[in-house]
């Protein structure tokens, strides 16, 4: 027992980069090139088969930072409207608060494979430094709007320059060793789904201060003429706290002087950092990495990814205006500062969920699996959620905590699936590339999202009395058809699974 113990350990210890063939770059001998960043990054893993907390907490705090801006205008997005008087009824609000919620993903959309494609070449650091610069400026610029165009224009601004998202997702992959990288990822889609619920519940309890916190805040101050700018200044104020910290995040690009042919050789360079089994799956060779395009299972990965973010948007906006909409309406008529205490003990959950249970189901029955699973049970969730108009009291706001964590659990389950995924489907210096092409379709469904969203939320608000699912029921039955749509689409044909990750 003592020896085959001790065997165990020396294997895990193995270094990385002592590989079979020596490729003179330094990456396939064991060696390290003095002034590359990645081979500092290399040589790291290959000394310690732990995990890189370090590293990782800058994954944490990167991808919360970019998270926390895009949905903490939700809870006020709906009185943020109505007090910049562009809507002329309220039944209207959802239609324009919609596009406001578009802008952002619009310009993601636009610019996520560039990032992606300029992460590679410059580097992973520069990119999300850049990134977070955008979200201290433009979020807080966001706070200031006095017009509604000057608010669509912070925010198509914000998501145009803010493309770190894909980067960080390559940067999670490389920091670790390979049995690490579902940790790394769900560290990202974690940071990222409480990003989305912090935000809101920020965006909540901070905004329109001058009213709730008359004693603290005059009715005099900039906080009352702005009343929306306070969630986004201390958005802002952490970001740049973040950015600061930036300064001691390595680099994990390697940038070798010597090798001028670095893309055209791109499987001796790096081949440590692929998993032998992963090779083997893709077509029996290393072609896909000429065109992502034509790499299937990384093209299925993202189609899926689009499908369920589309549906994650969505259901975001519609839950924040259905929420706070009025009960004639098929609303809850609860505050934003209600609303905000809902997602914030959703955020809360869904730390706890990410690091400790997530990571149990994806070794017991893997992440294809568990993704099928949780969009199975958010179907009857959703179908639950307009009947809750019968509840008031605290049994309402049992019920509706409940049924929140469930489904932003089940939701985050799913989307980490995607992102272990789209990274098993490239080699290293792709991955940035990936990720970005990934960030452009899967923003430019996040744009039609909240557009869409509102537009249908104003027109089902005008059906109360339809005899075919009336009110808010035809919203959520448009949700459930979405989270069908990508259910199917998580089987085959639809779906190319790396041979080693196949269930089917």
């Known amino acids: 027992m003592g020896d085959h113990g001790r065997r165990r350990q020396a294997e895990a210890a193995a270094p990385l980069l002592e590989k079979k063939g020596s490729t003179g770059t330094g990456v396939g001998d064991g060696s390290c090139i003095e002034g590359c960043p990645g081979c500092v990054v290399d040589r790291r893993k290959a000394a310690s088969s732990g995990i890189p907390y370090g590293s990782f907490l800058f994954v944490w705090i990167v991808t919360l930072c970019t998270a926390l801006p895009i949905s903490s205008l939700f809870p006020f997005l709906y009185f943020m409207i109505r007090d910049l008087h562009v809507a002329k009824r309220t039944e209207d609000i959802g239609f324009y608060a919609g596009f406001v919620g578009a802008s952002f993903m619009f310009g993601r959309c636009l610019t996520s494979t560039i990032w992606g494609i300029a992460a590679d070449r410059i580097g992973r650091k520069p990119v999300v430094v850049f990134g977070i610069f955008a979200v201290v400026i433009f979020n807080m610029l966001f706070g200031l709007s006095f017009t509604y165009w000057m608010a669509i224009a912070t925010r198509f601004l914000l998501g145009a320059l803010n493309g770190l998202l894909g980067p960080i997702k390559a940067y999670a992959i490389e920091v670790c060793r390979p049995e690490h990288e579902a940790l790394a990822l769900s560290l990202v889609s974690t940071a990222w789904g409480i990003g989305l619920i912090i935000g809101p519940a920020i965006g909540g309890y901070l905004s329109q201060p001058a009213e709730k916190f008359p004693n603290v805040f005059s009715p005099d101050s900039l906080f009352a003429r702005f009343p929306y700018f306070l969630p986004c200044l201390c958005i802002s104020v952490f970001a740049a706290v973040v950015l600061i910290g930036c300064i001691w995040m390595p680099e994990t690009l390697h940038k070798h002087k010597a090798d001028a042919n670095r893309s055209q050789t791109v499987e001796a360079l790096e081949s440590h950092l692929i998993d032998p089994k992963e090779k083997a799956d893709q077509n029996g060779s290393l072609d896909c990495k000429k065109s992502l395009l034509s790499n299937w299972p990384l093209m299925s990965s993202i189609i899926l990814y689009c499908v369920f ?11 924040s205006l259905w929420a706070e909409s009025d009960r004639k309406y098929g609303g809850l008529s609860l505050s934003s500062e209600d609303v905000g205490q809902v997602l914030a003990i959703t955020g809360a959950s869904l730390l706890v969920y990410q690091l400790f249970i997530y990571p149990r189901i994806n070794k017991v029955i893997g992440h294809i699996k568990a993704s099928r699973i949780a969009a199975i049970l958010c179907i009857p969730i959703l179908f639950a959620y307009p009947y809750m108009t019968y509840l008031s009291g605290p049994g309402l706001t049992i019920i509706l905590n409940i049924a929140s964590v469930i489904k932003n659990n089940l939701g985050v389950t799913i989307i980490t699936g995607c992102f272990i995924l789209q ?10 590339a990936a990720n970005g092409l990934a960030m452009t379709g899967m923003s ?3 744009a039609v999202a909240p557009a869409g969203a509102g537009i249908v939320f104003s027109w089902a608000q005008k059906r109360q009395q339809a005899s075919f699912l009336p009110g808010d029921q035809m919203v959520f039955f448009l949700l459930n058809l979405f989270e069908l749509l990508g259910l ?3 089987f085959k044909p639809f779906l190319a699974v790396p041979q080693q990750h196949d269930t089917n």
Do not use: C, W
């Open 309 to 319: 973010s589309f549906h994650d948007m969505a259901y975001t906006e519609i839950f």
């Open 423 to 432: 990274n098993n489907a490239v080699p290293q210096d792709q991955r940035g």
């Open 444 to 446: 430019f469904f996040k």
């Open 488 to 490: 199917i689409l998580t």
